[in-house]
């Protein structure tokens, strides 16, 4: 089962395509609103743009509670591989560098556990999971499983398939041409 945060980050990572705006985007419009309490700001939504109750109350929500010392992007990032995963930091450099040479409309968005990976939905994302293993959780529904390309199982449940590296030899042309067909299918 999905923890709240994860269900939250899931919710974020699908505005785009449920509301046609992004947490960002609502954010600059409800910053507008001038309205301080979390019931007024879903209101608005609901009642001026259509936005569904969960997701207008999830953008009210992160209206008023954004934390001004919350990390964001490289922040979020440095801290993912900080500490006993420092070392780990050459993997996530090569599958940044691998994702780049996908297209210019990949989007990374680090998040605080992980860093998703979307271009018109979430087609992977990148985890720090241990201080010797990061994990790329990759969208490739009806693909069967291999010894490498593992079933998700309870890792993630935004995504279908895990890959776990311990390198970066380990971002190899098996990997990238996995990424490569779930990015050209998001």
């Known amino acids: 089962m999905a923890t709240p945060q994860e269900m939250e980050a899931s919710m974020v990572a699908n505005l785009k395509e449920k509301t046609g705006k992004t947490l960002p985007q609502w954010l600059k419009i409800t910053k507008g609103f001038k309205l301080e309490k979390q019931g007024q700001?879903?209101?608005?939504?609901?009642?001026?743009?259509?936005?569904?109750?969960?997701?207008?109350?999830?953008?009210?929500?992160?209206?008023?509670?954004?934390?001004?010392?919350?990390?964001?992007?490289?922040?979020?990032?440095?801290?993912?591989?900080?500490?006993?995963?420092?070392?780990?930091?050459?993997?996530?450099?090569?599958?940044?560098?691998?994702?780049?040479?996908?297209?210019?409309?990949?989007?990374?968005?680090?998040?605080?556990?992980?860093?998703s990976l979307r271009r018109s939905k979430q087609f992977a994302l990148i985890q720090p999971s241990t201080a010797t293993r990061v994990d790329v959780g990759i969208n490739l529904k009806g693909a069967k499983p291999t010894a490498r390309l593992e079933a998700s199982g309870s890792f993630n449940a935004m995504v279908s398939h895990r890959v776990r590296l311990t390198s970066a030899k380990d971002v190899n042309a098996e990997l990238k041409g996995w990424l490569k067909k779930a990015y050209q299918s998001a």
Do not use: C, M, W
């Not at 979020?76 to 210019?104: F, T």
């Open 41 to 115: 700001i879903t209101k608005q939504l609901k009642s001026e743009y259509g936005v569904t109750h969960g997701f207008a109350n999830l953008i009210a929500y992160r209206t008023l509670n954004k934390a001004s010392d919350e990390p964001a992007g490289d922040d979020l990032v440095s801290a993912q591989y900080a500490g006993k995963k420092e070392g780990l930091r050459p993997i996530y450099d090569a599958l940044i560098k691998a994702l780049n040479a996908l297209g210019k409309d990949v989007e990374i968005a680090p998040k605080k556990a992980y860093v």
